[in-house]
């Protein structure tokens, strides 16, 4: 659970070494130059580090430039778009690595994506309406899920994650700013259309995994959906024009 501890180190905490937890001084944060002039290594215990810092900083640095990009300005919205796209990423990563949720994040994604309907204006019953279908939906998939498990197997592990259901929250909470003052109709084939790209990619991403690891047969009891779940988000963004007009969508 997210302590006010473990939230505030997120917020004013100071990074450390992964393996001597010695807490590093400024010259030891400059993005990638640091990583390289160390010889990927820590510069106080010699052990090496992980791809991944480097690669979370490259993909913060794509973030903010992918929103820029696709809203041609810098304004308190693009920032705070920024920050939440930013938010989902560390959560993608967590999920790769880890097979868990950034309960942290996903607090602070969850407020900014309460913030953004706030400055956009979004009908109060409409937002909480998109939030309650794809909560719901996805809370149906996952006790589906624990029940097939244990018809099957008599077990009790989670074929899909609650963490993914929690996330399914901030996912919900985005539809409105992309989507405006639909039907519920509406809102369910757009979160069709979401579900199966997530479940594609999903499965393909687990494939991958697999085959980058030299295992002869795929399985796909472990997926890291969080980035499936992205994935299947931005294809619903870039599409958006193309369902609004395919679709033959109506408004309130």
């Given at each position: 659970?997210?302590?006010?501890?473990?939230?505030?180190?997120?917020?004013?905490?100071?990074?450390?070494?992964?393996?001597?937890?010695?807490?590093?001084?400024?010259y030891d944060l400059f993005p990638i130059f640091s990583f390289v002039s160390t010889?990927?290594?820590?510069?106080?215990?010699?052990?090496?580090?992980?791809?991944?810092?480097?690669g979370l900083e490259i993909g913060t640095v794509l973030c903010f430039l992918w929103v820029y990009m696709m809203m041609g300005e810098i304004s308190v919205m693009s920032c705070l778009i920024s920050i939440l796209v930013w938010l989902i990423f560390?959560?993608?990563?967590?999920?790769?690595?880890r097979y868990e949720l950034h309960t942290t994040a996903s607090i602070w994604a969850w407020i900014l994506v309460i913030i953004l309907n706030v400055i956009w204006k979004t009908d109060f019953f409409y937002f909480w309406e998109n939030v309650g279908?794809?909560?719901?939906?996805?809370?149906?998939?996952?006790?589906?899920?624990?029940?097939?498990?244990?018809i099957k197997y008599r077990q009790r592990w989670e074929w899909f994650g609650f963490g993914d259901v929690i996330f399914s929250a901030i996912i919900g909470g985005i539809f409105p700013l992309m989507f405006h003052n639909l039907f519920l109709l509406d809102i369910l084939q757009i979160l069709c259309v979401f579900v199966i790209v997530s479940c594609i990619s999903g499965i393909i991403m687990r494939f991958v995994m697999n085959l980058c690891q030299k295992e002869k047969k795929a399985d796909f009891k472990l997926i890291p959906f969080?980035?499936?779940?992205?994935?299947?988000?931005?294809?619903?963004?870039?599409?958006k024009?193309?369902?609004?007009?395919?679709?033959?969508f109506g408004v309130y």
């Open positions: 659970m997210p302590t006010w501890k473990v939230m505030k180190w997120f917020l004013f905490g100071r990074s450390e070494c992964q393996h001597c937890q010695h807490t590093l001084q400024r010889g990927w290594k820590c510069r106080y215990c010699k052990k090496k580090l992980s791809w991944r810092y480097p560390l959560n993608m990563m967590r999920d790769f690595y279908v794809v909560v719901g939906v996805f809370a149906l998939i996952y006790l589906m899920g624990r029940w097939i498990i244990w969080v980035p499936a779940m992205s994935f299947g988000l931005l294809v619903v963004l870039l599409s024009n193309f369902l609004l007009t395919f679709l033959h």
